[in-house]
């Protein structure tokens, strides 16, 4: 591996053009096809498997023109304090706003809430409902403006006038404040870092190529593959991530070569060979983690597995062969200025910041565990409690009218109007289909936390009705999932009795059961990856205890994050300070994104911070000496590493969107815990009081593993190849300073 990857790195040194034109040539050529390419489609979320998927499917199959995914807007009207809406000057005023809310081109059909009879009883709260006939993704800017213009038409007559539902979803996600935030601080740091313009920026361009060719490639493939328009997210997230750090980690040991006196191309085919061999098993470990989301069964997030995995591929190529290219280009430039000025590289000594760290752990190893696995414990024993849900317009800020419309119909209509469920009955197997419906609604609605049932709304056949529920409980109460749990209990003595059969769906009962099967999936997800991590790292490493106490420590790291975010966002201790407004369930998709994505950053670190370690025993230091020679050689580049990534998600703390929040919260977090308590302490504090039996591997299991270099062990016994007179010319004096 390392010596393959030796030569790779001398010839894209060498023949640096060649490689900067092809990969030129391959983003041109994504590129014109991605601007060719017709519209990704709006695939829709779907869950194989569960109840509420299969209600949804038999909804859509027996009532083939109804319009589900048909964009829809809850304009709320609400009275002025102590009136009511079917008072004479509202009234009117309401009807006129009805009347304009259905004047849209897209507008299907606007609602008449006296007609409908939506008004509470009390009166004082109404709401009309305005179905396009496009979906959510498709209607226009101008659709969206002529809606807010007649809810501000209606407000000036006095009412108070808010509006929810997926017409006025921002569908165009944040606005790229994040990423940009992200970048400037990743500049900064790695400047810092590197002490070098052109060093801070290598990485920051070659990141920004193999992000562009994977993005282009994904929307090129997008309708061959049935990919949607959210799939290239987090793609576009953890390619810039591993992009960036991949590239920080050739440069940085593309310097420590030329420092020990190496010339140009030899360090650049070094860089390749030693620092490339953790890029392509750390990229491994993020591929096995990205491609494992298949495990959980939901094809949006497979699909967007395999996408992010696939740009992680791209970046890694990128390392291995763009990164020495341009070092071709600027062979001085990544160097310190000083080097640069004076013509002698300088070298750093035996002793530095991650050198004083680890013999500070060296000597304080039990301290320094105790205090990093019981303070990580303790932030992860509030994960027992996590809820899983789908927080919606009850979690956006008061500030927003899809909030204020959710809290006034709460008030007016009771906490389950906003949440009701859905009941697909079907009739086939019963001698009268519509008795059978309607004996199945009265007995759906004598049960306890049913405020009330309405009609069934039949199919052109008959044999299929649908009807809806409206529980007492808010959508995200547990009652309401009790409730749930409850009506489907129910219903083999119900189906016994009336001969038809009915399943419950809608957007609650479907969030209840995506948080069941997700939490369901976990685990199983946590085997297969961490088991393939194991493995691939028993071969790195030739260790049988470093891949089981990295596992150890990501699970560690990953059950704190999730306390933390269960402390602040469902807990709502500090909430205010991050702009929380509302606290409930954990978002259902996080854990698994939290483990898919931090497990793959973690297992980086791990490589690039452990494998110095092991080449350093390997060349014959005491297991003590290595670990300190491993932090001095990578300790500054992976911390750099971790604040760039915390940076580029913390970034994401700051969008209005309360899931959004919540995912920058916990990532960041979780890149907070695994890369400074415990690969920067508990790692090494674990191999100081383990000395050889870290690197102890039983016979029988080293002869079954194959062998792979990735320490650059046959690097080390090969004698220096001569340079071209061209590169040498170009080198800078080397000079232990």
Known sequence: ?????????????????????????????????????????????????????????????????????????????????????????????????????????????????????????????????????????????????????????????????????????????????????????????????????????????????????????????????????????????????????????????????????????????????????????????????????????????????????????????????????????????????????????????????????????????????????????????????????????????????????????????????????????????????????DEIAQRIGATKGVVSVSPARFNDAGDTAVFSVVPSTAPTDEKTKDLVTTIRDERPGIESATGASYEVTGSTAMNIDIAQKVQAALVPYLIVVVGLAIVLLLVVFRSLLVPLKAALGFLLSVLASLGAVVVVFQQGHGAELLGVEQTGPIMSLMPIFLVGIVFGLAMDYEVFLVSRMREAYVHGESPAQAVTSGFRHSARVVVAAALIMIAVFAGFIGESDSMIKMIGFGLASAVLFDAFVVRMAIVPAVLALLGHRAWWLPKWLDRALPRVDVEGEALARRPETEEPAADTARDLEPART
């Open 1 to 437: 591996m390392a010596t393959f990857l030796y030569r790779v790195g001398r010839l894209a040194f060498r023949r640096r053009w060649y490689v900067a034109l092809v990969w030129a040539a391959v983003l041109a050529a994504v590129g014109l096809g991605a601007l060719k390419a017709p519209g990704a489609a709006d695939e829709g979320f779907s869950m194989p498997g569960i109840e509420s998927q299969k209600a949804f499917d038999l909804m859509e199959q027996r009532f083939p023109g109804a319009t589900a995914d048909s964009a829809t807007a809850r304009v709320v009207f609400i009275a002025p304090g102590g009136e009511k809406v079917t008072a004479a000057e509202n009234k009117q005023a309401i009807e006129k706003a009805v009347t304009g809310l259905g004047d849209g081109t897209q507008v299907a059909s606007a609602v008449d809430p006296f007609r409908a009879r939506t008004i509470s009883k009390d009166g004082s709260t109404a709401f009309a409902t305005v179905t396009y006939r496009v979906g959510a993704n498709d209607l226009t800017d101008a659709s969206r403006t002529h809606l807010e213009r007649a809810i501000e038409q209606a407000r000036d007559s006095g009412l108070t006038v808010e509006a929810g539902g997926s017409a006025l979803a921002d569908n165009a996600g944040p606005g790229g404040t994040a990423e940009v935030i992200g970048v400037a601080i990743a500049a900064v740091v790695l400047l810092i870092t590197f002490g070098s313009l052109a060093a801070a920026g290598l990485p920051l361009l070659t990141a920004v190529i193999g992000v562009g060719v994977s993005m282009a490639t994904i929307l090129t493939l997008s309708q061959a593959l049935g990919l949607s328009t959210t799939t290239g997210t987090l793609a576009m997230m953890l390619g810039l991530a591993v992009g960036i750090d991949y590239a920080l980690f050739v440069v940085s040991r593309y310097r420590e070569e030329r420092a020990k006196g190496r010339a140009p191309q030899e360090a650049a085919g070094l860089a390749a060979g030693t620092a490339g061999s953790a890029v392509v098993f750390a990229g491994l470990t993020v591929v096995i983690a990205l491609a494992g989301l298949a495990v959980v069964g939901i094809p949006m997030l497979t699909k967007m597995g395999l996408a992010a995995a696939g740009a992680v591929v791209v970046a890694v190529l990128v390392a291995l062969t763009l990164v020495p290219a341009f070092l071709g280009f600027w062979p001085n430039a990544v160097l310190t200025r000083r080097a640069r000025k004076s013509g002698r590289i300088e070298v750093s000594g035996d002793t530095n910041g991650g050198s004083r760290w680890a013999r500070f752990v060296l000597r304080r190893p039990v301290p320094v565990l105790l205090l990093g696995v019981v303070g990580l414990g303790a932030l992860a024993l509030p994960a027992a409690d996590l809820q899983l849900g789908m927080p919606g317009d009850e979690a956006k800020p008061v500030s927003t009218t899809e909030r204020r419309a959710y809290d006034a119909l709460a008030a007016g209509f009771g906490p389950g109007f906003n949440g009701p469920l859905t009941v697909v009955v079907d009739g086939r197997g019963a001698a009268d289909a519509k008795g059978a419906a």
